[in-house]
């Protein structure tokens, strides 16, 4: 078992920056592949975000490459993810999730976090 919370979120304007963080406890964190997904009212959740477990490869949906970047340090068991240029289509609650496989999908991985909110004033 994983547990997972994460922190960070708030009210920003837009083209400000946050930079959330999760962070994890029980099995070896190492030995989860990471991710960053969000959900805005009325909408699905979607992949944001993605680092393998030793911090080798990272992804990103199109929608914020060059804009958000994912690290982690697995000596803290955490995971984070830098948001610069926030666009108020950024705003949604933002979960950190593990698998044990890197996925972009949410139905692949296992354990989630209960998600911190982020709001963007325009």
């Known amino acids: 078992q994983v547990q997972l919370v994460e922190s960070g979120g708030g009210l920003v304007q837009a083209g400000g920056s946050l930079r959330l963080s999760c962070s994890a406890s029980?099995?070896?964190?190492?030995?989860?592949?990471m991710g960053w997904f969000r959900q805005a009212p009325g909408k699905e959740r979607e992949f944001v975000a993605g680092i393998s477990g030793k911090g080798g490869s990272t992804y990103y949906a199109d929608s914020v490459k060059g804009r958000f970047t994912i690290s982690r340090d697995n000596a803290k068991n955490t995971v984070y993810l830098q948001m610069n240029s926030l666009k108020p289509e950024d705003t949604a609650v933002y979960y950190c999730?593990?698998?044990?496989?890197?996925?972009?999908?949410?139905?692949?991985?296992?354990?989630w976090g209960k998600g911190t909110l982020v709001t963007v004033s325009s």
């Open positions: 999730a593990a698998g044990e496989l890197a996925s972009t999908s949410p139905l692949l991985m296992k354990y």
């Open positions: 029980g099995r070896t964190f190492s030995n989860y592949a």
